[in-house]
């Protein structure tokens, strides 16, 4: 069979069974499944009621750990072979990635090295599943995470942090608007300075940036809004401590804010041989801080990721997989570990 064949083939059975965050059981059995088949042995993290990380290791004691994640966001689209690309949701986010990372990591192993594959869930979200591992014991010195870097070594990343805006204002009639005070226009009116702050900037990864992800507010089109919140998402380049005065001064006393999941940005361990790129989306490095030297690599591209069209080529799901192992040899040379 051809490695094309069996990375398409790994990639469609974990798209087949969905797994959006906080609904990942299903794809973490299979995947225990497939790796207990393969002559892995498979241990499950607890992160929640119902819902566990795994981890496998080719033997005792891994120096080197291979590790991606296998919840996706919604909605759910079932896989679906065209040619050379591979459709469907978590072809490159990540599920396609597992798959170059399981055959990469079944090389490595045939070399005697001693690795592990650490499939964690809750990414998109919280990253509960990255913060449950790293509250379990490892010998891991060097972390290879997978993410669509459109097959680049990334040097940093942003962090992320989800704020809430909340106005509040005075019900009334719509027909006498003098008599209350709309949370929704001031939300709005608020909203529409966003831009005016002056946020940080960092000569590697670039401008902070801002999203106002979704809105709530109000009663009905006859009611002057009582309430109304924004969810915003800031990528971060800057520790976060930076921002929140910057916020509150934005917000003044028109607003309350609430801190929501924060992630830091990092700067990332690099090895010749690699085209290398920033990106300004947040993984669970952060959140890996006991397994050892971070590297990001992976196939495929985040433009596409979280979309109807999210898709990867298979070609480069193959290619990955000797990219992963030639990744993990210069890794482990580099801390001196193993062959170069």
């Given at each position: 069979?051809?490695?094309?064949?069996?990375?398409?083939?790994?990639?469609?059975?974990?798209?087949?069974?969905?797994?959006?965050?906080?609904?990942?059981?299903?794809?973490?059995?299979?995947?225990?499944?497939?790796?207990?088949?393969?002559?892995?042995?498979?241990?499950?993290?607890?992160?929640?009621?119902?819902?566990?990380?795994?981890?496998?290791?080719?033997?005792?004691?891994?120096?080197?750990?291979?590790?991606?994640?296998?919840?996706?966001?919604?909605?759910?689209?079932?896989?679906?072979?065209?040619?050379?690309?591979?459709?469907?949701?978590?072809?490159?986010?990540?599920?396609?990635?597992?798959?170059?990372?399981?055959?990469?990591?079944?090389?490595?192993?045939?070399?005697?090295?001693?690795?592990?594959?650490?499939?964690?869930?809750?990414?998109?979200?919280?990253?509960?599943?990255?913060?449950?591992?790293?509250?379990?014991?490892?010998?891991?010195?060097?972390?290879?995470?997978?993410?669509?870097?459109?097959?680049?070594?990334?040097?940093?990343?942003?962090?992320?942090?989800?704020?809430?805006?909340?106005?509040?204002?005075?019900?009334?009639?719509?027909?006498?608007?003098?008599?209350?005070?709309?949370?929704?226009?001031?939300?709005?009116?608020?909203?529409?300075?966003?831009?005016?702050?002056?946020?940080?900037?960092?000569?590697?990864?670039g401008p902070t940036t801002v999203n106002i992800g979704k809105l709530e507010?109000?009663?009905?089109?006859?009611?002057?809004?009582?309430r109304a919140e924004a969810r915003l998402m800031l990528r971060l380049v800057?520790?976060?401590?930076?921002?929140?005065?910057?916020?509150?001064?934005?917000?003044?006393?028109?607003?309350?804010?609430?801190?929501?999941?924060?992630?830091?940005?990092?700067?990332?361990?690099?090895?010749?041989?690699?085209?290398?790129?920033?990106?300004?989306?947040?993984?669970?490095?952060?959140?890996?801080?006991?397994?050892?030297?971070?590297?990001?690599?992976?196939?495929?591209?985040?433009?596409?990721?979280?979309?109807?069209?999210?898709?990867?080529?298979?070609?480069?799901?193959?290619?990955?997989?000797?990219?992963?192992?030639?990744?993990?040899?210069?890794?482990?040379?580099?801390?001196?570990?193993?062959?170069?």
């Amino acid at each position: 069979m051809t490695l094309e064949r069996q990375v398409a083939d790994l990639a469609i059975r974990l798209m087949e069974v969905e797994s959006t965050s906080g609904n990942e059981g299903g794809v973490v059995a299979v995947a225990e499944g497939l790796l207990a088949g393969r002559g892995w042995h498979c241990d499950r993290i607890p992160v929640a009621e119902g819902r566990d990380a795994l981890l496998a290791t080719s033997a005792a004691d891994p120096v080197l750990t291979l590790s991606t994640h296998l919840d996706t966001v919604p909605p759910w689209i079932p896989p679906r072979l065209d040619g050379d690309t591979l459709h469907g949701r978590g072809a490159c986010d990540a599920k396609g990635i597992a798959a170059s990372m399981i055959l990469a990591a079944e090389r490595l192993r045939a070399r005697g090295l001693s690795v592990a594959l650490l499939l964690v869930i809750g990414e998109e979200t919280t990253h509960d599943g990255a913060h449950a591992a790293n509250a379990r014991p490892t010998t891991s010195r060097i972390l290879i995470n997978g993410e669509p870097t459109e097959s680049t070594l990334a040097v940093g990343t942003k962090g992320a942090m989800r704020v809430t805006v909340r106005t509040h204002g005075r019900a009334a009639h719509s027909a006498y608007p003098e008599m209350g005070h709309s949370a929704t226009r001031e939300l709005v009116q608020l909203l529409a300075t966003l831009d005016e702050v002056r946020w940080p900037e960092d000569p590697l990864l670039g401008p902070t940036t801002v999203n106002i992800g979704k809105l709530e507010g109000g009663v009905a089109d006859n009611v002057i809004a009582p309430r109304a919140e924004a969810r915003l998402m800031l990528r971060l380049v800057t520790p976060a401590q930076e921002i929140w005065p910057l916020l509150r001064a934005w917000a003044g006393d028109r607003a309350t804010l609430e801190e929501g999941v924060m992630v830091p940005p990092v700067r990332l361990a690099t090895v010749e041989g690699f085209r290398t790129s920033v990106v300004a989306f947040a993984t669970d490095i952060p959140a890996l801080t006991q397994w050892g030297t971070p590297y990001l690599f992976g196939p495929g591209s985040v433009h596409v990721a979280h979309t109807a069209d999210e898709h990867v080529s298979v070609r480069e799901l193959a290619d990955a997989v000797a990219a992963y192992e030639r990744l993990a040899l210069a890794a482990l040379a580099r801390e001196g570990l193993g062959p170069a």
